[in-house]
């Protein structure tokens, strides 16, 4: 699994998802948000409640978004592209939730590397992000200092993100010849 796990793959397609609304054929909420939820399990996320807008009208090429909520209490925002006027939709992330134990893993080696520590970096467990946004993590190097990591997300889809240590310089402006 890469860092950025995006719910490419969150394809929903679900010809029950109508229900009749007068003379109206109108998208079923709880069985929309029923199969995010269950999309999300396929794809390793655990939502605990997704919000979709009530009374949305069958009709082919219409979009609108939902609010899904982790386990982790964060919130994502779910795209949907009703394929047809018959109740069939896909569904994906509009946010990238980064497993944050890989993404700890992989920016703790890369900070340790720059800065000629063993650090061991503790995030969230799901880390909901767009390009720009900024997080933190906490960082503790060998020695047992602990500092706060604070990252931008630059590119998500490249896994592209640049950081600040609490209190340290840049690495290249770090003195490492002992003068």
Known sequence: MQTARRAVGLALVAGALLAACGTTTVIDQAKLQQGI???????????????????????????????????????????????????NVDVSLADTVLDGSVFATREGQIIGDAYGVTVTLKCDTAIVVKNGDTFTCKGTDDTGDTRTVTFTAVDVDKNDYTYVVDGLPPPSTTDTTGA
């Open 37 to 87: 939820v269950d999309k999300g399990k396929e794809g390793k996320l655990t939502f605990t409640s997704v919000d979709c807008p009530k009374d949305r009208k069958a009709k082919q090429g219409d979009t609108f978004t939902c609010t899904a909520t982790l386990d982790t209490g964060a919130t994502v925002t779910v795209n949907v592209t009703q394929t047809d006027g018959k109740g």
